[in-house]
């Protein structure tokens, strides 16, 4: 080197190089992980608005369901304690919580720990910090335990929305998509229990026809049993084309509406929801503090079954004084807007004040 050659500085650490925004094939992303500019909602909120004005979620949230109902059912005020047994996207806890100040309190509770920290950092961006908004890493059978751990005997708010949130679904790493391929998972916590791949893989023909019609009302579960009991399918895809293929008569649209349902019966077996939902039911009442209200979401026959029953029961004690003897549904003008919100169904139940 010449000796007046002017000498490189090293590069600035603080520099973040240039970064190509993702390829993808064709004039929009399709694949989960391509859709860069729905899973940074709060960068690319035009994106985001013209997804949601499309009737159609963005990748990687969550579109809260009956929000209106669901706050007058609870009817929130300053000053209450409140639960969100199932926190997902955080969408009701959010509004809520802006309903509990001065002086309320909202416990959240999730059992997915991928989905729980991102949720717990965008409420906390919002401003509800650690005295408003506490979160736990539950199950909502865990609810009493959850309670006593914050050294409450009781709130004044419960809810429950049983309904798969939108991330999960729309990932295909979780296994949850009959639309999208992925490893055959299914669970709520991927660190807990067996995945659905090992689940249908033990489970004998005989019972697995119980299974779908307790779980999913599968009116083809005695054929489809054969196929796929005992059978080992490790990705989504492989489960759908082995259902697909054992109703070789069935129309498009039939065939499909078994694939939903058989994924729904696997996914309510692997995370043992119906036992979860007992549990929860059979402990609210004492959960509530006197004259509380408690909201449950549900999404098919069998979780309403289960909620009506124990609140008609409870209403019989005494445990409840008020209860809604119908089920309230969403709005025609949310159904359009949101078409997961269509199978919804909410009820509510009042603790009796003594």
């Not at 949230?61 to 059912?73: D, F, G, N, Y």
């Not at 959850?146 to 409450?152: D, F, G, I, K, R």
């Not at 949101?338 to 004040?353: D, F, I, Q, V």
């Amino acid at each position: 080197m010449s000796e007046d050659a002017t000498p490189i500085p090293p590069p600035d650490p603080t520099i973040k190089p240039h970064r190509r925004r993702p390829r993808y094939s064709g004039k929009n992303p399709r694949k989960f992980e391509e859709k860069y500019k729905e899973l940074a909602p709060e960068r690319y909120q035009e994106t985001v608005a013209k997804v949601i004005a499309s009737g159609k979620t963005p990748a990687g949230t969550h579109r809260p369901i009956m929000v209106a109902e669901i706050l007058e059912a609870l009817a929130p005020k300053a000053g209450h304690i409140a639960v969100d047994c199932t926190l997902g996207y955080g969408g009701h806890t959010q509004e809520m919580l802006r309903r509990l100040s001065p002086g309320g309190r909202l416990l959240g509770l999730d059992a997915d720990p991928i989905e729980l920290p991102k949720t717990e950092a965008r409420l906390r961006a919002l401003g509800f910090g650690v005295d408003v908004f506490a979160t736990y890493r539950s199950n909502f059978a865990g609810l009493p335990q959850v309670l006593a751990q914050a050294e409450l005997s009781g709130a004044d708010l419960i809810l429950a929305d049983l309904g798969v949130s939108s991330m999960q679904i729309d990932d295909p790493a979780r296994g949850f998509s009959v639309k999208l391929d992925g490893p055959l998972d299914m669970r709520m916590n991927p660190q807990r229990g067996q995945p659905a791949s090992d689940f249908l893989q033990k489970i004998r023909p005989d019972a697995f026809v119980s299974l779908l019609g307790a779980n999913s009302d599968e009116p083809h579960a005695a054929t489809l049993a054969p196929s796929l009991a005992g059978k080992r399918f490790a990705t989504t895809r492989a489960l759908s084309d082995a259902i697909k293929k054992a109703l070789p008569r069935l129309s498009k649209d039939d065939v499909n509406l078994s694939v939903r349902r058989v994924f729904q019966a696997l996914r309510i077996a692997v995370n043992d929801e119906f036992s979860a939902l007992e549990t929860l039911l059979r402990n609210l009442p004492q959960c509530l503090n006197p004259g509380g209200r408690a909201a449950v979401l549900t999404f098919h026959s069998g979780e309403d079954r289960r909620v009506k029953k124990a609140f008609e029961a409870g209403f019989r004690d005494g445990l409840y004084s008020e209860i809604s003897h119908e089920v309230v549904r969403p709005t025609p003008e949310e159904r359009n807007s949101n078409p997961r919100s269509g199978p919804a169904k909410l009820r509510w139940a009042k603790r009796a004040e003594a």
